[in-house]
């Protein structure tokens, strides 16, 4: 397989994958958008909503119903962001933790038992090996 060939398998891959593990998210579940606020939060602590806004890559005005909902549902808290008063801090709340862990878990579970069901204990090795490595790639800057 050439370069590009296995590039593109990558890129399928991930796409359907991603695909696919938000089509097995509860009903009920919170939106992409508010999950993804949610998941940026638990990684890296307290952010502005322009922080937020820019790793969503919107518009901080986009972000601004998605914030709002998240505050009104307990899931975030709003303080002053101490290095800039005029600014406001999100951070999350232990329900907006458990709300995220809780949609996480259910999303790990589907992927585990089909992981178990239809990959050999070699390419489950390698998955795991290739999930780490496109966890790398995700997180490059220079690219």
Do not use: C, F
């Amino acid at each position: 397989m050439e370069e590009h060939e296995g590039t593109a398998a990558v890129r399928r891959g991930a796409m359907r994958l991603a695909r696919r593990l938000r089509a097995e998210r509860p009903a009920e579940s919170l939106s992409g958008a508010k999950l993804s606020v949610l998941a940026h939060l638990y990684r890296n602590g307290g952010m502005t909503p322009k922080e937020i806004a820019a790793a969503d890559h919107v518009r901080a005005q986009s972000m601004t119903r998605v914030l709002a909902d998240l505050e009104t549902h307990g899931l975030v808290a709003r303080e002053r962001d101490p290095s800039d008063g005029r600014q406001s801090l999100l951070t999350l709340t232990p329900a907006g933790e458990a709300a995220l862990i809780e949609d996480m878990s259910h999303r790990d579970d589907w992927l585990g038992a089909a992981i178990a069901r239809h990959l050999s204990p070699a390419e489950r090795h390698l998955l795991y090996l290739a999930g780490e490595l496109m966890d790398r790639l995700a997180a490059a800057q220079d690219v």
